[in-house]
């Protein structure tokens, strides 16, 4: 059996009265690039917002101020350098128990406080660790560091701070490197949205995951073709990740 494809999923959301919630991260940036202009041209040309998951430690003003005329991009905490510290062998992780806790946790506050400076209100606080993996026991720290959510892949599970996942990986890492063929990303957001609108709460967000820095033409292409079909349909809306925090937490950092 063909699985519905993402049009019918959400053609039958809509004709049921009901909505898909889709946001979008972009990881590593660092500093103002031709690759990055693309990106947030394609953000602007579109009006689907999108969060930059920043590496605090190497970034510097020239990312600030580019941004600073980029209304629909914001800004999230992308651990501090993206060195990995797990030994050969295990998956890569900054953010791992290879080092103290306190250790990784000032580091995470010091990312925290200079994307502040640099981004103010473009800055939402929420974490993306790198590789998209945390050690478990630093989760309850989180929140007295200032960060109000967290943003790793896959289903989002509770936990001692909120989860806003991303569930749709452009990238195929592990085998040609390039962006992924369309019809299978289509085809598992659509699998996902399905499965996002049973959950009794209320669709869980949606999050698409991209990486601009590395994309071929492949992976640019499929940003046009998701926002062709997604942007004016009525069974989901795009929202940007500041909309998706607890609505209790959203006061500015101190
Ligand atoms: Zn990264």
Redesign the pocket.
């Known amino acids: 059996m063909t699985a519905p494809t993402l049009r019918k999923t959400l053609d039958d959301l809509a004709n049921r009265g009901q909505q898909a919630v889709l946001w979008w991260r972009d990881?590593?940036a660092v500093q103002p690039t031709p690759d990055l202009d693309r990106l947030l041209a394609t953000s602007a040309r579109w009006q689907v917002p999108v969060t930059l998951?920043v590496?605090p430690e190497p970034t510097g003003p020239a990312l600030a101020e580019r941004l600073a005329h980029s209304p629909a991009a914001n800004v999230a905490v992308?651990?501090w350098n993206?060195r990995n510290h797990a030994p050969a062998g295990e998956k890569k992780q900054e953010l791992g128990s290879h080092r103290p806790q306190v250790q990784v946790l000032a580091e995470l506050a010091a990312g925290l406080a200079r994307l502040h400076a640099l981004h103010g209100a473009h800055l939402v606080p929420v974490l993306?660790p790198?590789?998209n993996r945390i050690a478990p026991a630093l989760l309850p720290a989180l929140a007295r560091c200032g960060f109000q959510a967290l943003s790793v892949f896959g289903p989002a599970r509770p936990g001692p701070i909120p989860a806003i996942n991303t569930h749709v990986d452009l990238m195929d890492w592990h085998g040609t490197r390039g962006g992924r063929a369309t019809d299978d990303l289509l085809a598992e957001l659509a699998k996902a949205i399905a499965a996002s609108v049973q959950v009794a709460t209320g669709p869980e967000p949606l999050g698409i995951l991209s990486?601009h820095l590395v994309h071929d033409a492949r992976a640019w292409h499929f940003l046009d073709v998701l926002f062709d079909l997604t942007r004016d349909h009525p069974g989901c809306r795009w929202v940007g990740l500041p909309d998706l925090l607890p609505p209790s937490d959203r006061a500015l950092i101190p």
């Open positions: 990881d590593d998951a590496i992308h651990g993206h993306v790198p590789w990486h």
